[in-house]
């Protein structure tokens, strides 16, 4: 006789949404990221909510700051691994150029240049892979 052993339901969900490429299309990344975050069970004011959060709010306005092609919108992924015990974020822009963190600052530089290097902090990792089409899409990935 086999036994059967039952599989473990399936956890990935997803995530996606284009914006316009403005200020206020960032903002609503934002709302409805952390919106997402607590329909899929993680609670506000958890380090894997805040981490998430920031990671989304730096890429939009990456996106929108830096990734601005005109006519163009960006887009937002999410992605709950719950199996895999990872939640990712992606947004994706049409320009052409790799984004890149401030590697040094001077005393009284501009207080720009710094979003990659806080969503390196809050991530346990990141990256850019080029896109479908042109442009790329800026990554993160945060433990659950």
């Not at 989304?56 to 199996?83: C, I, K, S, T, W």
């Not at 974020?89 to 720009?112: F, I, K, N, Y």
């Not at 390196?120 to 790329?136: N, S, Y």
């Amino acid at each position: 006789m086999t036994v059967q052993h039952p599989q473990p339901p399936v956890t990935v969900r997803t995530f996606a949404q284009r914006f316009s490429a403005t200020r206020r299309g960032a903002r609503l990344a934002r709302l409805l990221a952390a919106h997402q975050f607590t329909v899929w069970g993680i609670p506000r004011g958890t380090a894997v909510f805040d981490a998430a959060a920031l990671a989304v709010a730096e890429l939009a306005a990456n996106a929108v700051l830096h990734g601005r092609v005109p006519g163009r919108d960006f887009e937002l992924v999410l992605v709950y691994d719950g199996g895999g015990g990872v939640l990712r974020v992606e947004v994706s822009d049409t320009h052409p150029g790799r984004p890149l963190p401030l590697v040094c600052a001077e005393a009284g530089s501009e207080e720009r240049g710094r979003g990659l290097l806080l969503v390196e902090a809050v991530a346990d990792r990141w990256g850019v892979r080029d896109r479908c089409g042109p442009g790329k899409t800026v990554w993160a990935e945060i433990a659950l």
